[in-house]
């Protein structure tokens, strides 16, 4: 079956793989380089369609591991880079495309890492570009999709305050939880609720016998009058 998320990658047989699947279906899709952004603009327009898509960019920042499975130094190979000169021009050309529904950024920094700092490093960076991205295009929303808890060491720990607090520092405009908001039970998703400092929803969690539920099921934001 179509997965719901394809990493476009850089060669070009892989392109033409995913424009095959993108005149059917695609639900969102990892952009690895910048001159994919206008091909998938291309092929949409001419399918009517419009595609959910997030950046894959590279932080910059040296992972203690080995250097073949290190991914989040500055390497055109990994990501686009963070130079503003370079993705910022992209990024609005993706918000204001009415053929793009830009979804926001996705990073990667190794495997078998040997300590977090690369991982702390790259969060603050994403956190400044996610800030200077919401400065200047006032017409958007900072939302998270689910699956903030992921089943990391630290997370497993701490059992997602942790987490949650370094999700209060990216201030998301709103949050719905996914399956792993629920691994450590929906009463501890509960608690982890009101340790939030943004709004969390779900339509569809409630209590079986009376109904009740879980979670506000909208929220509403005005943005720019």
């Known amino acids: ?22 005149a059917d279906a695609l639900d969102a899709g990892i952009v690895d380089s910048l001159q994919e952004v206008a091909l998938i603009e291309k092929i949409c327009k001419e399918k009517g369609k419009v595609a959910k898509i997030l950046f894959r960019v ?4 040296k992972s203690s591991s080995h250097d073949y499975i290190v991914t989040g130094k500055k390497d055109p190979k990994f990501g686009i880079p963070l130079d503003d000169e370079i993705v910022m021009p992209q990024i609005k050309a993706a918000i204001d495309s009415e053929y793009i ?4 950024f996705h990073f990667h920094v190794g495997s078998q890492l ?10 603050d960076i994403i956190l400044g570009l996610v800030d200077k991205v919401r400065n200047e295009e006032k017409n958007t929303l900072y939302c998270i999709a689910g699956d903030m808890f992921r089943g990391s060491v630290i997370d497993s720990e701490f059992q997602g305050l942790s ?8 201030s998301p405009d709103v949050v719905t939880p996914g399956n792993h908001e629920t691994d450590y039970g929906i009463a501890h998703l ?11 929803i779900n339509a ?22």
Do not use: W
């Open 190 to 200: 509960l608690f982890i609720e009101k340790c939030a400092k943004f709004p969390i």
């Open 114 to 123: 040997f300590d977090n700092d690369s991982h702390l490093q790259a969060t």
């Open 101 to 104: 529904d830009f979804y926001g």
């Open 58 to 61: 590279t932080p910059g920042v």
């Open 204 to 225: 569809n969690l409630h209590i079986k016998t009376n109904g009740a539920r879980l979670f506000k099921p909208h929220h509403i934001i005005e943005i720019d009058g």
């Open 1 to 22: 079956g179509t997965q719901d998320v394809f990493d476009i990658a850089g060669e070009y047989e892989a392109v033409q793989i995913v424009f095959a699947v993108l």
């Open 163 to 170: 987490t949650i607090e370094i999700m209060n520092m990216l």
